[in-house]
Every structure is written in structure tokens, then in C-alpha cells.
């Protein structure tokens, strides 16, 4: 079993910063890759931004030059550091990686609970 735990949501006024956490524990033996997601309300879960084990990173156009996303393999833990915070940021942000178990069994992709994170104006 696999789990994904966000951390570091919160209220902010827009223009602050946010550094949002995702740690992965279990039954984990590889990480290809780790991503971020949000869905605000009414709309569809869309794509964030993107590390993989080799370090290949892609962003959401919404997102460039204002979101950086890193991650600590050791600790099987991705960040998510946002500055310059507009209202339209406001969602639920949700951690996603895919997983290989210990033995090196199937790969699985995982989605943590989310957290959220509100901009006001």
C-alpha cells in the first residue's frame, strides 16, 4: 500500500507565496514520476506540473515562471513552491506519482486527498 499526504495549503492574498508538500510512504521501491494537479470548483482536474526520477520537469503554461516544482528523492518527497499567487490559483491542489512496489512488482499510479489552497484578491 501506497499513500500521498499534501501539506502546506492555506490563505493567502494574491501576489504571496505558497510551498505546498507531498510525501509518498509505503510500499514504494521506484518513483518515475511525481505531479501536481488542482480542480477548482466546478471544473475539471487539470495538470500542474510534473518531475520525473531523471529530473525532466514540465510546467502548465497557466503556471510558468511563477510555480517551481522539486523534489528530495531520499525522502520521497516533491514541492511545490508558488509565488506571485493570483485568485484564479484557487483549488484544490493534489499530489500524483507513479509507483513501482517493493520486488519490483506492477507500477501504480496514486492520487493523495488534496489541499487546499484559496487566493483571495
Known amino acids: 500500500q501506497v499513500h500521498l499526504v499534501e501539506s502546506g495549503g492555506g490563505l493567502v492574498q494574491a501576489g504571496e507565496s505558497l510551498k505546498l508538500s507531498c510525501v509518498a510512504s509505503?510500499?514504494?521501491?521506484?518513483?518515475?514520476?511525481m505531479n501536481w494537479f488542482r480542480q477548482a470548483p466546478g471544473k475539471q482536474r487539470e495538470f500542474v506540473a510534473r518531475?520525473?526520477?531523471?529530473?525532466?520537469?514540465k510546467y502548465a503554461d497557466s503556471v510558468k515562471g511563477r510555480f517551481t516544482i522539486s523534489r528530495d528523492a531520499a525522502k520521497n518527497t516533491m514541492y511545490l513552491q508558488m509565488i506571485g499567487l493570483k485568485p484564479e490559483d484557487t483549488a484544490v491542489y493534489y499530489c500524483?506519482?507513479?509507483?513501482?512496489?517493493?520486488?519490483?512488482?506492477?507500477?501504480?499510479?496514486?492520487w493523495g486527498q488534496g489541499t487546499q489552497v484559496t487566493v483571495s484578491s
Open positions: 500524483n506519482s507513479l509507483i513501482q512496489g517493493i520486488g519490483g512488482r506492477a507500477w501504480d499510479r496514486y
Open positions: 509505503g510500499n514504494i521501491g521506484s518513483i518515475a514520476d
Open positions: 518531475i520525473t526520477d531523471e529530473g525532466s520537469i
